[in-house]
């Protein structure tokens, strides 16, 4: 008798939705896009687009269905401005996306490309048009990084993943003003040995808020012969202490099967940095860049997340 595993993420039967191939000016490829829900309803992913230099930039594509029909920008939404932000010199890349109320103001916290490695840089905008930027607000080597949506006992959180040796982890820091931050806290470490999460792990798209604590879907890396395997795995976190882990999942619940997803620039990666949530609070979409060229969606529920969750803690 064969055990079956849950598939918690549905693929898109026309994944990938999106590629290099569908956009209007030349790039090499695209991938690992934020998303959110527009107050009109479209969804939009904010891409990170790879060009013939090796450098990245940032480009919204915008549908009614999230699904296909994209209409996406003439030209860079969101490009490195090395002359201002000497910290961006080699590109910027990764966006994750938060919708703050108090704000009334979207939170893109992406990865500025460092003459010392990446960086955690802040932009606020209320239209993907026009950009507030906050310059770099983590040191290198820094990224994997998202602001959670409303203050925590005062204070903004802001998730991140700084490299120290031996291993990488996940921590979050605090901030009253988005700019200076401390109170830096490890919220969840990377295993050691052959767990599929061992030595390198970081948050992927940013937490989704339910009742039972801030629900995480992380990426961890397995080394083995053939390189690097990019999975994704859960994590559930006190809502009014983040930093305290209540459920690690033990198994990782969505990994490169599909050949989109083992073979492109890096072979063997599925990895989201956006989702959007339906109006029924449960079905989920997940956005990821597949094998670092090109994006494709998967559908799940919150809710079957956490039953899983609970069961393989």
Known sequence: ???????????????????????????????????????????????????????????????????????????????????????????????????????????????????????????????????????????????????????????????????????????????????HWGSHKIMLEARLGGWWDANRIGLSPPPIETPQGWLVVYHGVRQNAAGAIYRLGLALFDLETPERCLMRSKEWIFGPEEPYEQRGDVDNVVFPCGYTLASDGDTIRIYYGAADTSIALATGSVRSMLEWLEQHR
């Open 1 to 179: 008798m064969t055990q079956q595993n849950t598939e918690l993420f549905r693929r898109h039967t026309g994944n990938p939705i999106l590629t290099a191939a569908d956009w209007p000016y030349p790039v090499h490829s695209v991938f690992n896009p934020g998303a959110t829900l527009l107050a009109d309803g479209n969804t939009l992913l904010l891409c990170r687009v790879e060009n013939r230099t090796g450098h990245s930039h940032l480009c919204a594509a915008r549908s009614a269905n999230g699904v296909d029909g994209w209409a996406i920008d003439s030209q860079p939404t969101l490009s490195a401005d090395p002359e201002n932000y000497p910290e961006e010199m080699w590109g910027i890349e990764d966006p994750r996306i938060t919708y703050v109320p108090e704000l009334g103001q979207y939170a893109v916290v992406y990865t500025a490309y460092t003459r010392d490695g990446p960086g955690v840089a802040l932009a606020l905008t209320k239209d993907f048009h026009h950009f507030e930027r906050y310059g770099l607000i983590m040191q290198p080597e820094d990224k994997d990084a998202a602001l959670l949506p409303r203050r925590v006992g005062g204070h903004w959180a802001l998730i991140h993943r700084p490299v120290s040796a031996p291993g990488a982890h996940m921590w979050i820091s605090y901030s009253s003003n988005l700019r």
